[in-house]
C-alpha cells in the first residue's frame, strides 16, 4: 500500500519526454495536487522528435514542446517544471545524467517519486516501449537508491552546493509489468484530457481523444475492480524501505 496523502509533502515525477506523465498519471496527479502535494516534473529530453506537422521547422520543435510541457502541467496543477534538454532517442543510463538526477532528488527532496518502469511491459511494448523510458526508469531509480542518499556518492553536490543526502520513501512506476496499485481518476478525467489536449502538436489531430483514452485506460478500471464506469491509472508502488 502507499503511503497515507497526509505523509507525502513533495513528489517528483521523473520522465523522458514531454506529454509523458500526462498520459500515464495526469488525472493521479492532479490528484497529488488537489490534495496539497507540491510536484515537481523533471524531463530528461524535450522530445525533439516528435510532432506530425512537416512545416515546423525541427529546431523550433524543442521550445515547443516545453511550453506545451509547462501549460498542461498547469493545468494538473504543477508549477515547477524543469528540463534536461537531452535529446530524444539517446538517452544511456551514463554517471553524469544519473548525477544530475540526483542533484534535482537532493533539491526537491520528495517522499514520492514517480518514474517510467525500468522493465519491459511486453503488453504494451508496441505503444508504449520506448528504450527512453526503459532508461529514464533505471536512471531515476538508481539516482534514488543508493545514489540521493548516500553523502560519499557525488560527493561535489554536497560540497560544492551543499545538497544533503535525501532519502525518497516511495517509488510508483509508469507502464511495469507488475501493477499493483490502481488510482480512480473518474473525478479529475477531464482535466486529464484538458492537460492531453495542451500538447498541441502530438494530439491535435485526435479528435476523438477522450475516447481514446477512456478506451485505452478501460482495461485499468477491470483490473482494479472498479465498477464499469469508473476510471482507473494504473501503477507498481515500490517501498524504498
Ligand atoms: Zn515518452
Known sequence: MPLPESEVERALVVIAHPDDADFWAGGTIAAWTDSGIAVTYLLLTDGD?????????????????RAEQQAAAAILGVSDVRFLGQREGTLVAGFELRREIVRVIRQVRPQRLLTWSPEWNWQRFRTSCHADHRVTGELALTAAYPDAGNPFAHP??????????WKVSEFWLLNSPSPNH???ITGVFDRKIQALQAHESQTKH????????????APNTAAARLPADRLAEAFQVVANA
Open 49 to 65: 522528435s516528435g510532432g506530425f506537422d512537416p512545416d515546423v521547422p525541427r529546431t523550433d520543435v524543442p521550445a515547443i514542446r
Open 156 to 165: 561535489e553536490l554536497l560540497r560544492d552546493e551543499g545538497l544533503a543526502p
Open 182 to 184: 490502481y488510482v480512480d
Open 206 to 217: 485526435r479528435d476523438a481523444l477522450a475516447r481514446l483514452m477512456r478506451e485505452r485506460i
